[in-house]
């Protein structure tokens, strides 16, 4: 079965990723709907400090949520708590479940693996990944993923793999279109929403498409 069978997922109108703050969300997910509403259709929950019960509870909402707007959700590290609450997919980092493991969770759900290197980049395209996520891009404060790649750590990935590319870290509606510029299939952003108006953030990251 080819990746696009496997995951239906069309990364070129997805190509902006909200990635939720790292002290979650409200309790009625304002600022998700924030985001949705203003055009944005892919979200990526990401929480590190709270239970996995009540990460649970928050990626159950957030899909009722994104449902209601016709969006997509992964969920970071938790292949369980993302089929549980049947998202349309789960992130997994370097020190997360083998990518193995979890495509046997999954099934055809999207799986997306974080990578720092081209080499990183090209095992998990060996392993089945459906997309890359690289970075850290530019220096950034949302997670500590060592020395930023730039540019042009991100174009080389781009031209060695052959599956979708999102960058991420340091992404903001300033600098967003040289991310852009190399080829990438996306980019996911925290902090470059959330920071000031996020509606007009939002607006800019959208305009940058076009």
Do not use: W
């Not at 209601?68 to 997919?89: E, P």
Request: hydrophobic share 40%; aromatic share 6%; proline share 3%.
């Amino acid at each position: 079965m080819r990746r696009e069978e496997r995951s239906g997922f069309d990364f070129a109108a997805n190509r902006i990723c909200f990635i939720t703050g790292t002290s979650g969300i409200d309790p009625l997910g304002k600022t998700v709907k924030i985001i949705l509403e203003s055009g944005i259709t892919l979200v990526q929950y990401r929480e590190k400090d709270k239970t996995r019960r009540e990460v649970f509870f928050e990626a159950l909402r957030l899909r009722e949520i994104t449902r209601m707007f016709n969006a997509c959700l992964i969920i970071n590290d938790y292949a369980d708590i993302a089929l549980a609450v049947d998202a349309d997919g789960v992130h997994l980092g370097q020190d997360d479940m083998p990518l193995r493991e979890a495509r046997k969770i999954m099934g055809n759900r999207i799986i997306g693996i974080s990578t720092h290197s081209v080499k990183e980049a090209l095992e998990a395209e060996r392993g089945g990944a459906d997309y890359i996520g690289f970075g850290s891009i530019f220096p950034t404060a949302t997670k500590e993923v060592g020395t930023p790649k730039g540019v042009d750590g991100l174009r080389a990935v781009k031209n060695a793999a052959t599956i979708p590319v999102i960058a991420i870290g340091g992404i903001r509606p300033d600098n967003v279109l040289s991310v852009f510029e190399t080829g990438c299939e996306g980019v996911a952003v925290s902090s470059g929403l959330l920071a000031g108006d996020i509606k007009r953030n939002a607006h800019r990251f959208l305009a940058s498409l076009r």
